[in-house]
C-alpha cells in the first residue's frame, strides 16, 4: 500500500534534505536506555508544523510505520503506553525561506550606499526530529534530527525509499 499525492510528496522533501544533512544527537547522561526496550507512542506528542491539515494523517501514518519498522530492526518491542520502558515521538518542521543569490551595489536616494537584490528564490526547509522520552520523568533521553533544504520531488516511490533512509540514519545513532 503506498501513500500516494502530496503527503508522501511532502514527506519526500522533508526527508531526501536529510540525505546530506548530519545528523545531531542528544543523551541525557542522567538516564539509560534500558536493555531489552519496550516502547510506545507518547500520546499526543507528535507534531508536524508546516504540514497542511490535510496531510497530516497520511504523513503521521507513515512516519509511524518507518520508525517501528526501524526500532523493530533494533529488537525494540512496542507495547502499551502503561508498560514501555520508553515513549517515542517525532517532530516535523517545515519553513519556506527567502534566499538572495545575487545583490547589486548603488547609491541609495539619501545619498548613502544600498544593495538590491536581483536574483532570489524561495527554498523549503524542513526538520525531522525522533526523541525517547522517560515516561514517568517525561524528560528527552535521547534525540535525533536531521535539518535539510530540499525540492518538492514528483515520484511517490522515491519519497518512501528517501523517507526510509533518513529515518534509518536518524535511528543508526540510537545506542
Known amino acids: ?21 548530519e545528523v545531531q544527537t542528544f543523551t541525557d547522561p542522567r538516564f539509560d536506555i534500558p536493555r531489552p526496550v519496550t516502547y510506545a507512542w507518547d ?9 497542511s491539515p ?12 518507518t520508525i517501528n519498522r526501524e526500532l523493530d530492526t533494533k529488537d525494540w518491542t512496542l507495547v502499551a503506553a502503561g508498560s514501555a520502558d520508553v515513549l517515542v515521538r517525532y517532530a516535523v518542521r ?19 550606499r544600498s544593495v538590491v ?8 526547509e ?27 520531488p514528483t515520484n511517490p516511490d ?3 525509499d528517501i523517507g526510509s533512509r533518513a529515518v534509518r540514519r536518524i535511528l543508526n545513532q540510537l545506542p
Open 1 to 21: 500500500m503506498k501513500i500516494i499525492g502530496s503527503t508522501c510528496l511532502f514527506l519526500l522533501g522533508i526527508l531526501s534534505g536529510c540525505r546530506t544533512a
Open 43 to 51: 500520546p499526543g506528542g507528535n507534531l508536524a508544523q508546516g504540514v
Open 54 to 65: 490535510q496531510n497530516r494523517a497520511a504523513l503521521q501514518t507513515e512516519l509511524f510505520r
Open 94 to 112: 517545515a519553513h519556506t525561506q527567502r534566499v538572495v543569490t545575487r545583490t547589486v551595489e548603488g547609491k541609495s536616494s539619501f545619498g548613502g
Open 117 to 124: 537584490p536581483v536574483e532570489e528564490h524561495t527554498e523549503r
Open 126 to 152: 524542513g526538520e525531522l526530529a525522533i526523541e525517547v522520552v522517560h515516561p514517568e520523568a517525561r524528560v528527552v533521553m535521547w534525540r535525533g534530527t536531521a535539518v535539510g533544504r530540499f525540492d518538492q
Open 158 to 160: 522515491r519519497a518512501a
